[in-house]
């Protein structure tokens, strides 16, 4: 924050100093302004690009932050959008289709080991880490939003982005 006060520049001021006393009527000055006025944009350009870098780096690898960035982006009033980190759980082979023979699977009570088995539905929501859930009333690009994401994801991470 004390570092932002170094680039702090007023264009229009510092051209009106340069300017002697003797130059400095309306005419004068609305021209010099008009000469700095190109300074000006980039220079603020460059404070805009500043402060998204800033927010940027605020941004942690985790799920809470992630969700912050994007519902200040694309639903900054209501922040509907939600992200929902799935647990991990492998499937089980029974049996390969090429062998079309089920295995029966069965434990003793006295065993103490429960077994959950889950369809191929169930297990094919874990081909990902997270679920991105957006409000069907959001307008939004989807390959915006992804670009969006993957500027914050970890590259090995996985999602799907859901209607809801």
Avoid: C
Avoid at 16 to 43: D, G, S
Avoid at 98 to 124: C, F, R, W
């Amino acid at each position: 924050m004390a570092l932002k006060r170094i680039y702090r520049v007023r264009w229009n001021k510092l051209a009106t100093w340069l300017l002697p006393v003797v130059l400095r009527h309306n005419k004068m000055l609305a021209l010099v302004k008009a000469l700095v006025a190109p300074m000006n944009n980039l220079y603020q350009r460059f404070i805009d690009y500043g402060n998204d870098t800033d927010y940027r780096i605020g941004i942690a690898l985790s799920a809470v932050h992630l969700q912050r960035a994007l519902n200040d982006k694309y639903d900054s009033t209501l922040r509907r959008i939600r992200i929902v980190e799935l647990m991990s759980k492998d499937g089980i082979a029974l049996f390969q289709r090429e062998e079309n023979k089920p295995q029966v699977l069965y434990t003793k009570i006295s065993e103490g080991i429960t077994l959950v088995l889950h369809s191929k539905e169930e297990t094919a929501g874990f081909a990902v880490d997270f679920i991105v859930q957006v409000p069907k009333a959001l307008l939004f690009d989807t390959k915006e939003m992804r670009a969006y994401i993957d500027i914050f994801k970890m590259e090995s991470k996985t999602y799907i982005i859901e209607l809801k």
